[in-house]
C-alpha cells in the first residue's frame, strides 16, 4: 500500500507538471526562478490568457502562505481480481487574498485525483484522472463583481493522457482594468510577460 | 455620433474642460475609406464600445430601422416625440447591436428630455471561445436608473478581446482624463465593417 500511495503521490506531481507546457523561449527568469524579497509575500503564474495566469499566480500565493484544506483519500483492494483504486479529494479555501482584502477577494479551489491500477508489477496497467477548478471571486456593496475560474483535467492510461483546460471568467460592472485597480488599492502589484508561444505569465507581489 | 449618444456623451463630459480630453477625442481623425470612432466611459470597457458605436454609425447604412413617434396634446399645449433607433454591424467573428430610445417633450417651446435608454451588445465568437459584452443604461428625468455593463468570457479574457479586434483589423487608442476615465479612438477600414 506504500507504493499506492507513492504513485498517488506521483501522479499528483506529475499533474502539476502537466498543467505546463514545454519550455520555450521568452519565459521571465522570474517565473521560472522566483527571487525572494525580504518584506513581500510574491508569486508566480502561467496561463493561455492574462487572466488565467493572474488566477494560476493568486492561486499559488494562497498555497505558499495561507490556506485551508480540507482533505479526503480512499482506497479500495480487490486482491482477487488484482485492482487498486485510489481517489483523493480536496478543498482549498484561501484566507491569505480574504484577509488582505477585507473580504473582497476570495479564493477557493478544488481537486480531484483518481488512479486504478490493474495487474501485477511490469505488466500492471494504471489509469489516472486529475482535475483541479479553482475560483477567485470579487464583490462589493456597490454591486462590482467579478468571477474567474479555471478548470484543468488530466485523464487517461500510463503515459497516454488526455488534457482538457476552461478559463471563464465573468465582470459586472467592472473590467479587467478595475480588477487591477482594487487589487492596486489593497497593495498587490503585478507584473506581466508572454513567451514565445504567446503563453501569459503573471507576477503578482504584496507587502508583508 | 447619433443625437442620442451625443447627449449621453455631453452629460458623461460635462464636469471637463477640453484642455482634459485628448485632442483626438475632441478633433477625431478624417480619412478617405476609413471609419473612426471615439468614445469615452468611467471604464475603459465602455469607452471601447462606445467607440464602435461610432464606428458603426459611421457607414452609409449604418440605421437597420427607426421608428418615430410624435403626440401633440392641445391642452397642455405640448409634443411628446419618441425616437427609437436599431443598428448593427459585423467584424470578422464579431457582432455588434445598438438600440436607442429617447423619448423628449416640449412644452411652451421648451424641450426636454424625459426618458433615454440604450443597449449595447458586442459578441465574439470563434470556435470554442466567446464573448459577450451588454451595456444597458436608462435615465428617466435626468436620474439615471441603470447604468449596467456584464462583461462574460469562455475561454478569453479582455486582453485576447482586443488582441481579435484588432485581428479583425480594428486599431485602438486608450487614454485616461484627470478624473480616471478613459477614452478611447478606433479606427478600421470601411470595408471591414458588415
Known amino acids: ?39 513581500k509575500y510574491r508569486s508566480v503564474g502561467m496561463g493561455q490568457y492574462r487572466m488565467q495566469a493572474v488566477l494560476d499566480a493568486i492561486a499559488a500565493l494562497e498555497a505558499n502562505y495561507q490556506s485551508i484544506v480540507e482533505g479526503r483519500q480512499e482506497t479500495f483492494t480487490n486482491e482477487d481480481v488484482g485492482q487498486w483504486d485510489g481517489i483523493t479529494n480536496t478543498l482549498t479555501t484561501g484566507k491569505f487574498m480574504k ?18 491500477e490493474k495487474g501485477d508489477g511490469s505488466d500492471s496497467e494504471i489509469w489516472e484522472s ?74 503578482i507581489s504584496v507587502d508583508e | 455620433m447619433s443625437r442620442q449618444l451625443i447627449i449621453f456623451s455631453f452629460i458623461f463630459l460635462s464636469s471637463m474642460s477640453a484642455q482634459d480630453l485628448p485632442d483626438w477625442y475632441v478633433n477625431p481623425p478624417k ?47 405640448t409634443v411628446s416625440e419618441i425616437i427609437k433607433e436599431i443598428s448593427f454591424f459585423s467584424l470578422g467573428d464579431f457582432t455588434f447591436n445598438v438600440s436607442i430610445e429617447q423619448e423628449t417633450m416640449e412644452k411652451e417651446g421648451k424641450r426636454t428630455t424625459e426618458n433615454f ?55 485602438l487608442k486608450f487614454a485616461r482624463g484627470p478624473n480616471g476615465d478613459y477614452f478611447a479612438l478606433a479606427s478600421i477600414a470601411s470595408d471591414l465593417v458588415k
Open chain 2, 117 to 171: 435608454e440604450f443597449n449595447i451588445k458586442l459578441m465574439f465568437s470563434s470556435k470554442d471561445v466567446k464573448s459577450s459584452i451588454n451595456y444597458y443604461f436608462k435615465e428617466e428625468d435626468e436620474a439615471v436608473l441603470s447604468d449596467h455593463l456584464e462583461i462574460v468570457f469562455l475561454g478569453m479574457d479582455e486582453t485576447k478581446l482586443i488582441e481579435e479586434l484588432e485581428e479583425n483589423g480594428l486599431d
Open chain 1, 1 to 39: 500500500m506504500e507504493r499506492h500511495s507513492m504513485i498517488l503521490s506521483l501522479i499528483l506531481l506529475l499533474s502539476a507538471l502537466f498543467a505546463q507546457e514545454p519550455p520555450t523561449g521568452g519565459i521571465p527568469d522570474w517565473y521560472l526562478d522566483l527571487p525572494e524579497v525580504d518584506g
Open chain 1, 130 to 203: 486529475f482535475e483541479a477548478i479553482y475560483h477567485l471571486k470579487y464583490g462589493t456593496k456597490d454591486q462590482e463583481y467579478a468571477f474567474l475560474q479555471s478548470f484543468f483535467k488530466e485523464s487517461g492510461v500510463d503515459m497516454d493522457s488526455e488534457i482538457q483546460q476552461k478559463f471563464e471568467a465573468l465582470f459586472q460592472n467592472m473590467d479587467e482594468t478595475v480588477f487591477f485597480e482594487r487589487l492596486g488599492q489593497y497593495g498587490f502589484s503585478f507584473q506581466f510577460a508572454r513567451d514565445d508561444q504567446g503563453r501569459h505569465y503573471a507576477l
Open chain 1, 99 to 116: 484577509e488582505y482584502t477585507n473580504d473582497e477577494f476570495s479564493l477557493e479551489s478544488r481537486t480531484s485525483s483518481f488512479i486504478q
Open chain 2, 31 to 77: 480619412e478617405e475609406g476609413q471609419l473612426f470612432g471615439v468614445g469615452s466611459g468611467d471604464l475603459r470597457m465602455k469607452a471601447i464600445l462606445m467607440a464602435l458605436v461610432e464606428v458603426g454609425q459611421g457607414r452609409l447604412d449604418s440605421l437597420n430601422a427607426q421608428i418615430y413617434e410624435s403626440t401633440s396634446f392641445a391642452e397642455t399645449d
